[in-house]
């Protein structure tokens, strides 16, 4: 019981429409829908309401009518913003209904058939969708009393009308406000499952993501492993052969060779051990060497062959680190492999030019031309450049540019440049 008293109070007095979860997609429409519908709606009932009430009270207590016209017209204009409000309303205009019902004119006249002699029958057309709507946007267990309050006003509709028509308007008013109550409750159940499937899809989003950029750097570091590991294999053969290849080399310094071959190979070995966690089971290692700014031309020709006209200006860039020659390939690669998904019949404008503080890589394409074909557009190749520019050091900038097309903006750092 304690738990009902605080349902009805939180209906009636307490509750606040701030308390009610967010509308629907569907409530947002466009404006000119909701006032073409708000208009219609408000003219049928302004009509049918004054009608009956004022048949109904023999047209001679006008204030009392144009009272009840406005608690029925007041809830439909009140639900979208204020839907709590309007429940409250719509239930007090049905309790001023029903009590004028109770009360009705001395003389009251009925000249057809087709008039009803009932006015609630058209009193309570606003009231069934505001209850259903507003159903619709509460929390779970929240809309109890705004359930019974309906059951008690419908059972009061009913036993008003049934010295005129008997049980039968009782079980129908109940009936209906029953029907009402599960399209509400429906509703609510829809509403949070497009809430539940949305929130799924975004943690689905963002665990794509994150997976993406947990294989981008699985990827960036089984490179720099290889990279890393050819330079100490050499450091460690030349030390170990520098012994024969140099003459009269003293024994101070034969140990110390000895000592920086050692080195050499404890360290490969822990490069080995900790990347050695991110390769997959099957796969075989990579002995061939890895590609740099040098291939970065015979990239370009390739992509030519596959139908891409590329205007490209490639220059200096011979002196850079292998890691950095590497990344800026592999972020070629990948700017112009989405340019080609996604702007196919485009030209495409490659720039790649050593400065003083890096390497900068510019890739702008136009509009398409044809229609792209199907792609999973999860920006996953977008995510792996940004992801070497942060392991690597530098600025990425990628975004449509004014003409429709894209653009890929990156300069990659060089070691020793930024510490000058």
Not at 92 to 116: D, R, Y
Not at 319 to 329: C, F, K, R, S
Not at 364 to 382: K, M, Q, V, W, Y
Request: aromatic share 6%; proline share 6%.
């Amino acid at each position: 019981m304690d738990s009902i008293g605080k349902a009805l109070g939180w209906a009636i007095l307490t509750g606040r429409d701030a308390d009610l979860e967010p509308a629907s997609s569907w409530w947002h429409v466009p404006r000119w829908v909701k006032g073409v519908l708000t208009a219609s709606a408000l003219s049928v009932l302004i009509v049918l309401t004054y009608g009956a009430w004022a048949r109904y009270l023999d047209g001679g207590n006008l204030p009392l009518i144009f009272f009840l016209l406005l608690l029925q017209v007041a809830p439909p204009l009140l639900v979208v913003r204020y839907p709590l409000n309007a429940v409250r309303v719509a239930a007090a205009g049905m309790v001023a209904g029903i009590i004028a019902t109770a009360f009705p004119a001395t003389h009251f006249s009925w000249s057809g058939p087709t008039q009803s002699e009932w006015p609630l029958q058209t009193y309570v057309l606003p009231y069934l969708p505001v209850l259903a709507m507003t159903l619709a946007r509460t929390k779970p267990k929240q809309g109890w009393g705004i359930a019974i309050i309906a059951v008690v006003l419908a059972a009061g509709v009913g036993v008003v009308q049934m010295p005129r028509a008997g049980t039968k308007t009782l079980v129908w008013a109940l009936l209906v406000v029953a029907v009402t109550l599960v399209a509400g409750y429906g509703m609510q159940q829809r509403r949070r499952a497009l809430v539940q499937a949305d929130e799924a899809e975004r943690m689905t989003v963002e665990e794509r993501a994150k997976r993406t950029t947990l294989q981008e750097r699985a990827l960036v570091a089984r490179e720099l492993h290889d990279i890393i590991g050819h330079h100490l294999s050499l450091i460690a053969l030349r030390t170990d052969s520098a012994r024969y290849r140099i003459p009269d080399l003293s024994g101070a310094a034969v140990e110390e060779f000895r000592a920086l071959g050692a080195a050499a190979r404890e360290a490969l070995d822990e490069a080995r051990r900790l990347v050695g966690v991110l390769r997959d089971n099957d796969a075989e290692p990579e002995h061939e060497p890895q590609p740099g700014l040098a291939d970065v031309p015979m990239l370009i020709d390739a992509c030519r062959a596959s139908g891409i006209e590329i205007r490209s200006r490639v220059s200096g860039g011979d002196d850079v680190p292998a890691t950095i020659g590497l990344a800026a390939y592999r972020i070629l690669q990948e700017a112009l492999s989405n340019a080609a998904r996604h702007s196919p019949g485009a030209a495409v404008d490659v720039e790649v030019r050593r400065e003083a503080d890096g390497i900068v890589i510019l890739v702008e394409n136009g509009p398409a031309t044809r229609i792209p074909a199907p792609s999973a557009g999860d920006g996953t190749g977008l995510a792996g450049i940004a992801e070497r520019v942060t392991l690597i050091g530098g600025s990425c900038e990628t975004g449509p540019g004014a003409d429709g097309g894209f653009r890929v903006a990156v300069t990659l750092g060089l070691p020793g440049v930024s510490d000058a």
